[in-house]
């Protein structure tokens, strides 16, 4: 998929996460929706899976609603040919519907897929990914 902001393309894997706090800032959900190929996977926060741009429209609409502001610093990235896995910290400072002082933070999980063109895009995006084993369902 080519993306829509052609002087914004993600040339390095390593900078997708810098690239979705810099669209999420912006407050375009156009910018958000341009980072991720057609059929990528979003995992919503109640852990359900949104397969297609369209299926995951409203949660993105929904976080661009928060406002605010967000940073994303990349804790690793391991390429390999064309994909890449990434983590990253997030943070997002806000203010709640009580005018009190939100912060949303964590770890995300995401894999990436470098397009023909040469830009990367998101294939899977799990935004809270590497949450404490405690959330981890016991056996």
């Not at 409203?58 to 896995?85: D, H, R, W």
């Not at 002082?101 to 935004?127: A, K, M």
Request: glycine share 8%.
């Amino acid at each position: 998929m080519k993306s829509p902001f052609p002087d914004k393309p993600v040339l390095r894997p390593e900078e997708m996460n810098a690239a979705f706090a810099d669209a999420y800032n912006s407050g375009e959900l156009k910018r958000l929706l341009a980072l991720y190929e057609p059929g990528s996977i979003h995992v919503h926060p109640s852990g359900a899976l949104e397969i297609g741009l369209e299926s995951f429209r409203a949660s993105l609409k929904e976080l661009l609603q928060l406002g605010g502001t967000m940073t994303s610093t990349n804790v690793y990235c391991i390429p390999f040919e064309n994909m890449a896995l990434l983590r990253a910290h997030f943070t997002l400072h806000s203010t709640g519907p009580d005018r009190e002082p939100l912060l949303l933070q964590g770890h995300t999980s995401e894999i990436f897929r470098q397009q023909p063109e040469g830009h990367w895009l998101y294939l899977v995006d799990h935004p809270f990914g590497s949450g404490p084993l405690e959330l981890l369902p016991s056996k």
